[in-house]
């Protein structure tokens, strides 16, 4: 592929995005090849050392915020007509009460799985506190001359410390996906937030 039919489809890829920072966007792709030209690589070898549209499109997607989306589309809306008008008011409780129900089951099913994460955390702490208060415990107990209750509440607190660890490395995961899957709703609601912004133009 050439600078020049890159340039094109990563234009296009962008579309839907602020043109300033479309135009950002390709003037710095544009002098990035023409850098790798100029270190000995062919046209086409300096577009593919770039990386692809896809890639580049879904990291500007994710970059720019989403409020800068809405805006662009915002400003490129087309008037409507006054039958649209009537209409959207006609049907404003049908319509707007299904987006208030479709918000409303996210929010929901969003909230259960942040409830689900703390839960796992709140174990994780228990554990951490038993196998705090059985060392402690049980080294009290031992040094007052009960050492077989000692031991045994040192072995569980210990045991506690071992559950503590396999429950943070559980946390942690359950954590880090929940972050990574908020990203993907959020890059999802934006993209067709983008593609119902193109299909109006």
Not at 19 to 34: A, G, L, N, T
Not at 49 to 59: K, L, N, P, R, Y
Not at 160 to 174: I, L, M, W
Request: charged share 20%; proline share 2%; glycine share 8%.
């Amino acid at each position: 592929m050439t600078k020049k039919e890159f340039l094109i489809k990563l234009r296009e890829g962008l579309s839907g995005l602020p043109k300033e920072e479309i135009e950002e966007r390709v003037r710095f792709y544009s002098e990035m090849i023409d850098d790798r030209i100029e270190e000995g690589l062919s046209e086409e070898e300096a577009v593919l050392a770039v990386g692809t549209i896809d890639e580049i499109t879904a990291q500007a997607f994710a970059d720019v915020p989403f409020i800068r989306v809405a805006k662009e589309k915002l400003k490129s809306q087309r008037n409507l007509s006054a039958l649209e008008i009537v209409l959207l008011v006609l049907g404003s409780p049908i319509w707007f009460s299904l987006i208030v129900a479709a918000v409303a089951v996210a929010v929901s099913l969003y909230a259960v799985l942040l409830a689900v994460i703390i839960s796992f955390w709140a174990v994780f702490a228990v554990f951490v506190a038993c196998f705090l208060a059985g060392t402690a415990s049980g080294t009290v107990l031992a040094a007052s001359g009960r050492l077989p209750s000692g031991l045994a509440i040192l072995g569980a607190g210990i045991i506690c410390a071992g559950f503590s660890v396999f429950a943070f490395f559980g946390c942690f995961t359950a954590t880090k996906g929940a972050v990574i899957l908020t990203k993907k709703i959020g890059l999802g609601i934006k993209k067709c937030f983008v593609r119902k912004g193109r299909r109006a133009e």
